[in-house]
């Protein structure tokens, strides 16, 4: 503490926390395409072919797949662009963000 005058300041110490992380999750139906949602997981998701074959087989297999992990703003909007990009498409796949 350093004291100025009468009044004393103290050191105001800033803690430094990462942002809270959401998952986009990904949730099967029996009309989207495995084509289609690799097509998004390639897209708005940037996996490699492999990497997306490997969570749309889960989503496929376990009725929800975790397509990423981002900070709030960014999961919202994946979530918004899968969505869109479904309808847009004919289909009603779901993406909806989970607190990681």
């Known amino acids: 503490m350093t004291e100025t005058g009468d009044a004393?300041?103290?050191?105001?110490?800033t803690e430094k926390r990462?942002?809270?992380?959401?998952?986009?999750?990904l949730l099967?139906?029996?009309?989207?395409?495995?084509?289609f949602v690799i097509h998004v997981l390639e897209e708005v998701f940037q996996k490699?072919?492999?990497?997306?074959?490997?969570?749309?087989?889960?989503?496929?297999?376990?009725?929800?797949?975790?397509?990423?992990v981002y900070p709030?703003?960014?999961?919202?909007t994946k979530a918004e662009t899968v969505i869109t990009m479904a309808r847009?498409?004919?289909f009603p796949l779901k993406a909806v963000t989970e607190e990681a």
Not at 8 to 13: N, P, Q, S
Request: glycine share 8%; net charge negative; aromatic share 8%.
């Open 8 to 13: 004393i300041k103290e050191r105001i110490r």
């Open 18 to 25: 990462d942002p809270t992380l959401y998952k986009v999750v």
């Open 28 to 35: 099967n139906d029996d009309y989207t395409t495995m084509e």
């Open 48 to 68: 490699s072919p492999a990497e997306a074959y490997q969570i749309m087989m889960h989503v496929h297999v376990n009725g929800r797949g975790i397509a990423g």
């Open 72 to 76: 709030w703003e960014v999961a919202e």
């Open 88 to 90: 847009d498409a004919g």
